[in-house]
């Protein structure tokens, strides 16, 4: 959001000063006339760079070159006989500069604007590839599955996911500590449901539980061996995209427990063990550091 308001007021200051240099005379010399069309052309070129996603999901010099183009075919063609002549050269390039300038803000609050989309959009939650579930209104679902893998003596699945705390990174203000804690976490697991979505099979299902800042994948006909191959995606698609560890604690029917409720809880606490080794092998690297870098 910091990035954004500064990109805005950048790119307002920089259309205020463009838009009243020919002000700048000293005395009765016009040192400075801005042909009208450079005006309309660096407003359209402002407005298009910033809505249409054509400009918005390509480089910078796209743009340039675009409107760089835009504006010497208007030039040559309106005004080939003034444009290159003496100091109205100099003129034509401070036109251009000008021009290019603001299409160069336009880009920065395009993507900042992008940005600024793809968090709300990670907050709220929206609709994945695949819907997730809300874990209290699905016990009818998953009593269904349960019911389903006991007369069928068929494997089931259970994995509680959560970012790992020791890799969520927050250097702030000791008042707002725990609110904007809050918030990363919320961020990282909704945007690791993403990744999760990605890459887990169509039988699959989730079910959030943003209370605990963990959601659980059912995975019917999978026993927990099974399930290491598709830990191992998780792991590996979440340091990928979002550059954060995973912990994945896995319980399986019958071989763990023999209802829903008791699978997650050995899930949790499969998880709980995972995060403890996570812990100390932090601060046993931690305790080597300093010995290695005395040697």
Not at 73 to 94: D, E, H, Q, R
Not at 142 to 147: G, R, Y
Request: charged share 20%; glycine share 2%.
């Amino acid at each position: 959001m910091r990035y954004l308001r500064r990109s805005i007021i950048a790119l307002i200051i920089h259309l205020a000063v463009f838009f009243n240099i020919e002000r700048l005379d000293i005395g009765e010399e016009n040192l400075v006339n801005i042909h009208s069309f450079v005006y309309v052309l660096s407003l359209i070129a402002v407005l298009a760079v910033i809505l249409l996603p054509f400009f918005r999901k390509r480089p910078v010099w796209v743009s340039f070159a675009s409107w760089g183009v835009v504006y010497g075919v208007i030039l040559l063609a309106f005004f080939s006989n003034w444009a290159l002549v003496g100091l109205n050269l100099y003129l034509s390039i401070t036109e251009l500069v000008l021009l290019l300038i603001a299409v160069w803000l336009a880009h920065q609050v395009s993507l900042d604007l992008q940005d600024f989309e793809q968090a709300v959009i990670n907050m709220t939650l929206p609709q994945v590839s695949r819907q997730v579930r809300s874990l209290n209104d699905s016990s009818d679902e998953i009593q269904t599955e349960m019911v389903r893998s006991r007369r069928h003596r068929r494997p089931l699945s259970v994995l509680v996911i959560k970012p790992d705390p020791n890799s969520i990174n927050a250097a702030i203000h000791r008042t707002i500590q725990e609110v904007q804690q809050a918030m990363m976490t919320r961020y990282v697991v909704t945007s690791l449901t993403r990744v999760v979505s990605d890459v887990m099979r169509r039988t699959d299902t989730i079910f959030e539980q943003p209370n605990a800042n963990q959601f659980i994948v059912l995975s019917p006909e999978t026993s927990a061996t099974n399930s290491g191959s598709f830990v191992e995606r998780i792991k590996s698609a979440a340091s990928e995209k979002l550059g954060v560890d995973v912990i994945c604690g896995v319980a399986s029917f019958p071989d763990n427990a023999l209802t829903f409720d008791e699978l997650v809880r050995e899930a949790e606490a499969h998880a709980t063990q995972q995060q403890s080794r996570s812990l100390q092998t932090k601060a046993q690297t931690e305790t080597r550091s300093p010995v290695q870098t005395e040697v």
